[in-house]
């Protein structure tokens, strides 16, 4: 058991730019999850997949973000024309079944300037 | 989440002194998590509560689910330094599918 690799663990944009985050679950783990965390908050749900099936997206995910797990293994994670209200910590999370807890990577820090 | 209640927001307690973290949900669970977060960190999973009147520890810490499996505690007794970090609670409404996180309570334990 290697964990949840999250990568980078830190990105500095500017505006209006696209990013793209990547999230390597616990091997084993069927079901993916992304949250954003932001300061003095809890994680907020944003998306989960089932093998390679996204099954539900939060009303917070805009169209201008999209995620991604197309070998139902990895997961991306894409912002485009970010925006300031953008900076957040994006978590993923993997998890085997349905009512096991979840597994957090570290983590990726967005700061838009 | 207002879906889920933390309290308090924040507590500062002497090192060797006991506490207790709050979790009020507006909804039935299926299952109660406790996380522990370091700042900058992701979540590190503590313990899972599925039953009313279920009651888990580990080491030093203790979390209880009541019978009508609405609210959830989390105890500390002699609390140390490797304790501070922000405790959250998740929780599962919808019997499996994803889990919703409090605002989490930060701790802070002076030596």
């Known amino acids: 058991d290697t964990g949840v690799s999250q990568n980078p663990r830190h990105k500095i944009t500017k505006r209006g730019q696209n990013v793209t985050f990547r999230c390597d679950p616990i091997s084993e783990h069927n079901r993916l999850y992304w949250y954003r965390q932001t300061l003095g908050q809890g994680p907020e749900f944003l998306t989960y997949f089932q093998n390679e099936a996204q099954l539900e997206k939060s009303r917070l995910l805009s169209d201008r973000f999209s995620a991604e797990r197309p070998k139902g293994s990895f997961s991306t994670l894409e912002i485009q024309r970010t925006e300031q209200g953008d900076s957040a910590m994006y978590l993923c999370a993997s998890t085997p079944t349905s009512s096991s807890p979840l597994h957090f990577g570290n983590g990726t820090r967005l700061t838009v300037t | 989440s207002q879906e889920l209640e933390q309290s308090p927001q924040s507590l500062i307690v002497q090192e060797g002194k006991n506490l207790t973290i709050n979790c009020t949900s507006s909804k039935t669970l299926y299952g109660l998590y406790w996380y522990k977060q370091k700042y900058g960190e992701g979540l590190i999973f503590l313990m899972m509560?599925?039953?009313?009147?279920e009651e888990k520890s580990h080491e030093k810490i203790t979390a209880k689910l009541d019978e009508k499996k609405q609210q959830s505690s989390l105890h500390i007794t002699a609390s140390q330094p490797s304790h501070a970090g922000i405790y959250l609670c998740?929780?599962?409404?919808?019997?499996?599918?994803?889990?919703?996180f409090g605002a989490g309570t930060r701790l802070f334990v002076k030596a």
């Open positions: 509560l599925q039953k009313g009147g």
């Open positions: 998740g929780a599962d409404h919808t019997g499996g599918f994803k889990t919703i």
